[in-house]
């Protein structure tokens, strides 16, 4: 079964925090694809990163990085001195090789205050 | 180059009524993929397509609601007799080609907003 888990509802963090966001995922796929994906109060959908399985390397932009740990089934995402307008909706979504769509965890609703 | 586009933005309904929702996916793109997201849930999976097939449907609620994808025109999600508890915000994303395989990445649409009264 394709599960993914993001074990936090809501984070509350201060302007210029660093705050992580976990995701937990299950596959049996050997090839499979992560992302990260913004929802603004807007509510569009913004694509943030694309991992594949057989990279481990994190990744850094900007303010932005992410931490792939396979041996934890783990894609947590960090922001570094956040700011107001990272306040959004964030998921972590998990598409295995053998299957055509995204499988979602249920978000985690990151607020930044100023 | 245009991205995905859905419409209506927002569509409101009673009870007992049918909603349609459109998607034209991105230039050159022939998958479509419909995703539900119930208020403060994530998107859910409901329907994959290509044109002219329905490739699958595991995620589809097995009344009320049907997709198709034809050769010529956007992707209709129909939604019969709708209910309160259809009220969500659809999601489309088109693909260029299979993703089954090998990944293919997906461009979401902003969303419809249904609201049944």
């Known amino acids: 079964a394709q599960k993914v888990t993001q074990a936090q509802t809501e984070i509350s963090v201060v302007e210029k925090e660093d705050v992580t966001l976990d995701c937990v995922y299950e596959?049996?796929?050997?090839?499979?694809?992560l992302f990260w994906y913004k929802q603004p109060p807007s509510g569009e959908l913004v694509f943030l990163i694309r991992r594949n399985s057989f990279d481990e390397q994190n990744e850094i932009s900007g303010r932005y990085s992410w931490n792939f740990q396979k041996s934890t089934s783990s894609f947590n995402f960090t922001i570094t001195a956040s700011q107001v307008v990272d306040s959004a909706v964030y998921f972590c979504a998990l598409k295995g090789g053998s299957q055509g769509n995204l499988i979602f965890g249920k978000g985690t609703k990151l607020s930044v205050k100023p | 180059n245009a991205g995905v586009m859905q419409n209506p933005r927002h569509l409101v309904r009673r009870r007992g009524q049918e909603a349609r929702l459109r998607c034209s996916p991105m230039?050159?793109?022939?998958?479509v993929y419909w995703y539900r997201q119930l208020p403060e849930e994530g998107l859910k999976f409901m329907v994959y397509?290509?044109?002219?097939?329905?490739?699958?449907e595991s995620g589809m609620p097995k009344e009320r609601f049907s997709a198709e994808f034809p050769k010529e025109g956007p992707s209709i999600l129909r939604i019969q007799q709708v209910v309160r508890g259809d009220s969500a915000a659809y999601f489309c994303?088109?693909?260029?080609?299979?993703?089954?395989?090998?990944?293919?990445?997906?461009?979401f649409g902003p969303g419809t907003r249904l609201t049944v009264l």
């Open positions: 596959t049996r796929d050997t090839t499979y694809y």
């Open positions: 994303a088109s693909s260029q080609y299979s993703g089954t395989l090998s990944y293919n990445e997906q461009f």
């Open positions: 397509l290509q044109k002219e097939n329905i490739i699958d």
């Open positions: 230039k050159g793109h022939s998958h």
